[in-house]
């Protein structure tokens, strides 16, 4: 019988970091801006998100809603703002927000011009900054071909419950009906079409 000897090698240490969840990076950069803090916030988020979360111009949101893969979203339960976003959504990427959604307070006019963007995008999250989720859905329900027709802004007119903004297309128009107030901001609650 022959002995042999057996060669062990220790297994290399791998000296990885682990991934921090979506919710710990979100939570650290809604710390930092609630504590006014930009240096804070760029150690976990990118320029552009951090010059979006300190756009936000209405009071902080009051609850963390979760985080659904990597977006998470931080709402408000104590007051009402302009469109169903309802407060902040992050996209958050390995340990950093590289995109922050926001509710906005708008003109009639600001708000259809962004909502109309965010259809030209295909960009759902952006729509909810200035819409109800009615009207994302109705909006989102026709893709925007880039090769089709020209959307051509007509401006807004008053209505009973708000405003009428346009844009039209050779074959008609689509409505995008606002509402809200001049002390609260304004929101896409519906959208219609006219055919010529």
Same mark, same amino acid.
């Given at each position: 019988?022959?002995?042999?000897?057996?060669?062990?090698?220790?297994?290399?240490?791998?000296?990885?970091?682990?991934?921090?969840?979506?919710?710990?990076?979100?939570?650290?950069?809604?710390?930092?801006?609630? /504590?006014?803090?930009? =240096?804070?916030?760029?150690?976990? @988020?990118? $320029? &552009?998100? #951090?010059?979006?979360? !300190?756009?936000?111009? *209405?009071?902080?949101?009051?609850?963390?809603?979760?985080?659904?893969?990597?977006?998470?979203?931080?709402?408000?339960?104590?007051?009402?703002?302009?469109?169903?976003?309802?407060?902040?959504?992050?996209?958050?990427?390995?340990? /950093?927000?590289?995109? =922050?959604?926001?509710?906005?307070? @708008?003109? $009639? &006019?600001? #708000?259809?011009?962004? !909502?109309?963007?965010? *259809?030209?995008?295909?960009?759902?999250?952006?729509?909810?900054?200035?819409?109800?989720?009615?009207?994302?859905?109705?909006?989102?329900?026709?893709?925007?071909?880039?090769?089709?027709?020209?959307?051509?802004?007509?401006?807004?007119?008053?209505?009973?419950?708000?405003?009428?903004?346009?844009?039209?297309?050779?074959?008609?128009?689509?409505?995008?009906?606002?509402?809200?107030?001049?002390?609260?901001?304004?929101?896409?609650?519906?959208?219609?079409?006219?055919?010529?």
């Amino acid at each position: 019988m022959v002995a042999g000897a057996v060669m062990m090698f220790p297994a290399p240490a791998v000296a990885q970091s682990a991934k921090p969840a979506p919710a710990t990076v979100a939570k650290k950069l809604f710390n930092a801006w609630l /504590k006014k803090d930009k =240096v804070a916030a760029a150690k976990v @988020a990118t $320029p &552009g998100a #951090v010059s979006g979360i !300190f756009a936000y111009v *209405f009071r902080a949101p009051d609850k963390f809603a979760g985080c659904k893969g990597n977006y998470c979203r931080f709402v408000h339960t104590s007051v009402n703002v302009p469109g169903d976003l309802n407060g902040l959504g992050m996209v958050v990427t390995g340990n /950093k927000v590289t995109r =922050v959604y926001r509710s906005r307070f @708008a003109s $009639p &006019g600001t #708000v259809t011009k962004h !909502f109309h963007k965010a *259809f030209v995008l295909g960009d759902r999250r952006q729509a909810l900054e200035v819409a109800t989720q009615a009207a994302v859905d109705t909006r989102f329900k026709v893709k925007y071909d880039p090769n089709g027709v020209t959307h051509f802004y007509q401006g807004c007119s008053k209505e009973p419950k708000g405003y009428a903004c346009a844009y039209s297309y050779e074959g008609g128009a689509v409505v995008m009906h606002v509402r809200g107030s001049k002390a609260r901001g304004y929101e896409v609650a519906s959208v219609s079409w006219i055919a010529d």
